[in-house]
Each structure stands twice: as C-alpha cells, then as structure tokens.
C-alpha cells in the first residue's frame, strides 16, 4: 500500500500504468455529478454509458417542455449505474427512466468506472466495496489512492482538462460532440455476458420497480456494421425479448452511417437532433402512465 501511495505522488501517469487516475478522461462527471444534486421533480432521468451522454441532448427535450437530466458516464456499468440510481432517485424523482442497454456493457468489468467514481468521490462509501469485490489490479491500486487522498488533501479538486473544440457540456448532462466527422476508431470485441453485471441489472429493475418508477430500456442507434457485433448478441437478444419495456432503436432508417455517426457507435450532433424527436415522438405514444403527451 505504501508503494502504491509513492508511485501515485511521485511517478508521472504514463510510467504507471496500473493506476491511471482520471488524467484527461474527465467527460465532465464532476461537472455533471454536482448539478445532478440540485435536479428535483425530474420528468426523465437517463442512465447509462456514453451511448446515454452523447445521445440523449437535454436540450431537445426541454424544448419540448420536458424537464429531464442525462447522468450517463463513460464505461457506465449496470453496478454502477446501481449506485446512481439509489443516490440520486430518492433527490429527483424521475417520472420515467430511460436506461440505455447497449449490449458490450453486460460484458464490462467496469474498471474505467471504478477509476472515474473512486477519483471523484462518486458514491464513495459504496465504492469502496466494488473495488475489492472486483478483485481487479488497477481498480484495487485506485482505491488505495483515493482512500489516502481523501485522508491527506480532503479538499483537493481535480482538475478538469477537456478540449472545448472536440467537445462541450451542456446544462442537463449531455456531452456534445462538437467535431462531426466519421473517425474510423478500434472496435473493441469484448467478451460474453458476465453473470455479476446480469444481476446487477436485474436488481436495478427490481429497484426501480419498488419505487415504483416506469422504465424504458433503450438500445441507442449505431451503425449497421456496429450492429450485430456483440459476442453474445444471441443471449442479449433473449434476455431483452423477455421485457415489454425494451425497444431496439440500434438501426434507424432515418439514420445513416455516412452523415450521422462519428464513430461505429456514437451518434454526431446531426444524428442527434434527428434521433430526439423522433425518440420523444414514439414515448409520447406509449401511454406510459406519468409520461402523457404533453
């Protein structure tokens, strides 16, 4: 422990690769977390991974009058999307939660987010146990950091470097891209559905029902050769055909790859603005008790 104290104070992020800190991949969350306290009375709440934050403009919506907040994060797994859920619902209140599903997340051991949540704070008594449990290197040496920073500098705040030019934070907890262009990036195959982060699902569902808050669960648009690529598409496909809340928005035909992706999986700002109506549109019409057409 002492060594992992020492390498985090005095040996630069490149040098330690087993304990990398938040160093340039901020996405705001700090930003975002502070103003999702101070939310009350939510129409919509979204959660999820950055197909949430880069898909869901709260700017669309409040235009349409509706009052909603974006509290995706990169990487979010379903144990960490529970954490937010328990935090945050009983302050906001959400009418509806749109829970964006997209499939690789079931098959993420949730080290980017064990990063992000433990440097920042982010349900911190509750983190403290996911690190362990998950038995990972780097997120064991994060815990360790934070828990001595948070002893020796209480106070410290985390610098917040992200380029303005490539993207932007907008009130409401959405990310806007702000460079449109298609960059082809690596694919990531990641591996199959893992059991811990099914339950973790589950029991978010569980929980939401208890508090008796209507869910939509959302597989946000990509691009045709994105679609289809998950390991275990075919189990992901059964488990979602078992819920009457779930809606496969993956492929749009008012979507295409060329003008309104920048990457495989992310939608550009054009793709955006198509998606959102036509996502508000359809939820308009589900009847879904609390969420009437305004």
Same mark, same amino acid.
């Not at 298609?182 to 029991?203: M, T, V, W």
């Given at each position: 422990?002492?060594?992992?104290? =020492?390498?985090?104070?005095?040996? !630069? ?48 919506? %409040? ?28 302050? &906001?209140? !959400?009418?509806?939660?749109? @829970? #964006?599903?997209?499939? +690789?997340?079931?098959?993420? $051991?949730?080290? #980017? ?5 433990? *440097? ?27 828990? @001595?920073?948070?002893?020796?500098? !209480? ?13 932007? @934070? ?5 990310? $806007?891209?702000? /460079? ?23 029991? %978010?569902? +569980?929980?939401?029902? &208890?508090?008796?808050? !209507? ?9 045709? *050769? ?5 390991? +275990?598409?075919?189990?992901? +496909? ?7 809340? @779930? =809606? ?14 920048? /990457?495989?999986?992310?939608? %550009? ?14 939820? $308009? ?6 969420? $009437?057409?305004?």
């Amino acid at each position: 422990m002492v060594l992992v104290i =020492v390498w985090g104070e005095l040996i !630069p992020s490149q040098l330690r690769p087993n304990l990398k800190g938040i160093e340039g991949k901020d996405d705001y969350i700090l930003q975002k977390y502070r103003e999702m306290q101070e939310m009350k009375n939510l129409d919509v709440l979204f959660v999820g991974s950055s197909h949430a934050y880069r898909t869901f403009d709260s700017r669309i919506w %409040n235009e349409k009058g509706y009052h909603v907040f974006n509290m995706g994060t990169s990487s979010q797994t379903h144990i960490h999307t529970g954490l937010l859920l328990r935090e945050l619902i009983p302050k &906001s209140k !959400p009418k509806l939660v749109v @829970y #964006e599903v997209y499939p +690789d997340i079931f098959a993420n $051991e949730g080290v #980017e987010s064990n990063s992000i949540f433990l *440097a920042y704070g982010i349900c911190k008594e509750e983190m403290s146990a996911v690190a362990l449990k998950s038995a990972n290197i780097k997120s064991i040496n994060e815990l360790i950091f934070a828990q @001595y920073k948070s002893i020796v500098r !209480p106070d410290e705040i985390i610098p917040i470097i992200v380029d303005t030019s490539i993207q932007i @934070y907008r009130s409401g907890g959405f990310i $806007e891209k702000m /460079d449109g262009q298609f960059h082809d990036s690596q694919r990531h195959k990641n591996g199959k559905i893992q059991p811990h982060q099914l339950n973790a699902f589950y029991s %978010n569902l +569980d929980y939401l029902k &208890s508090c008796n808050i !209507p869910t939509v669960l959302v597989n946000a648009p990509v691009t045709t *050769a994105e679609s289809g690529r998950f390991k +275990d598409q075919v189990k992901y +496909d059964e488990i979602m055909s078992n819920f009457d809340n @779930y =809606v496969d928005l993956s492929q749009l035909d008012i979507l295409s790859d060329s003008l309104h992706f920048y /990457d495989y999986h992310h939608l %550009n700002q054009m793709g955006v603005e198509l998606f959102n109506p036509y996502f508000i549109d359809w939820l $308009e019409n589900q009847n879904i008790k609390g969420f $009437e057409k305004n």
